[in-house]
């Protein structure tokens, strides 16, 4: 069964500080994803890796960097929190060459104060 | 425009009724095509997928495809209360990632 964990439920930061999400899957998948999911706006991908150290913009990357340094670990990192970026972020992997068949983590939904 | 388009309801749905959920994209050079599953409070899980034009069943599922009209649609028969939800439409294009539709959350009452 493949399993994604988030290292945060929930997480409340202040505007200007450095966040850090993680995610570790561990089936043993190539591709990671990581998504914001907002009312009304659906689920927006912002950065995907396909391999360690490799990674790919998606739609949003915006005021966000991602580090993967190790194959089941994909970090999400906003490098200055501001209040726009109050959402619920959900990791996402698969297995190389599978981009559609994506299995999700639980989310944490972070609050930006 | 948006790429994926759903309508975000609520589809109110009788038990027992047939649910029909439509998706339209706008990328014509789309391949695949998703539905996801998202209950309230909870990740997504994938629930069909179809490359293909036609139809494609699966238990209660059935996930329609129209490559000519841009038109994907999932089909939920017999209609249980545990099948209320958001249902999620997703269409890879070109490239190595999905685009989410909006969503449409589907009601079903005893």
């Known amino acids: 069964d493949v399993k994604v964990t988030q290292s945060s439920r929930y997480l409340v930061k202040r505007t200007g500080e450095k966040v850090f999400l993680e995610c570790v899957q561990d089936?043993?998948?190539?591709?990671m994803f990581w998504y914001r999911q907002d009312p009304g706006l659906g689920l927006r991908l912002i950065y995907f890796?396909?391999?360690?150290?490799?990674?790919e913009k998606g739609d949003i990357p915006e005021g966000y960097s991602v580090s993967r340094e190790k194959k089941e670990r994909f970090s999400l990192i906003l490098e200055s929190a501001s209040t726009n970026q109050t959402s619920m972020y959900l990791c996402?992997?698969?297995?190389?060459?599978?981009?559609?068949?994506?299995?999700f983590g639980p989310g944490t939904r972070l609050t930006v104060t | 425009q948006k790429e994926v388009e759903q309508n975000s309801g609520p589809l109110s749905v009788p038990e027992g009724a047939i649910a029909s959920l439509n998706c339209t994209y706008s990328d014509r050079g789309s391949q695949s095509f998703f539905w996801y599953r998202q209950y309230s409070g909870k990740s997504p899980e994938l629930i069909m997928f179809?490359?293909?034009?036609g139809d494609k069943e699966d238990g209660r599922f059935t996930a329609q495809l129209n490559k000519a009209s841009q038109y994907v649609s999932l089909l939920i028969r017999d209609s249980q209360p545990s099948d209320s939800a958001t249902y999620l439409c997703?269409?890879?294009?070109?490239?190595?990632?999905?685009?989410f539709g909006g969503g449409t959350r589907v009601l079903v009452k005893p």
């Open positions: 179809i490359y293909s034009n």
């Open positions: 997703a269409v890879r294009a070109a490239g190595n990632k999905l685009t």
């Open positions: 996402a992997s698969s297995p190389r060459g599978v981009w559609g068949e994506q299995y």
């Open positions: 890796s396909y391999d360690v150290k490799m990674k």
């Open positions: 089936m043993d998948h190539e591709n």
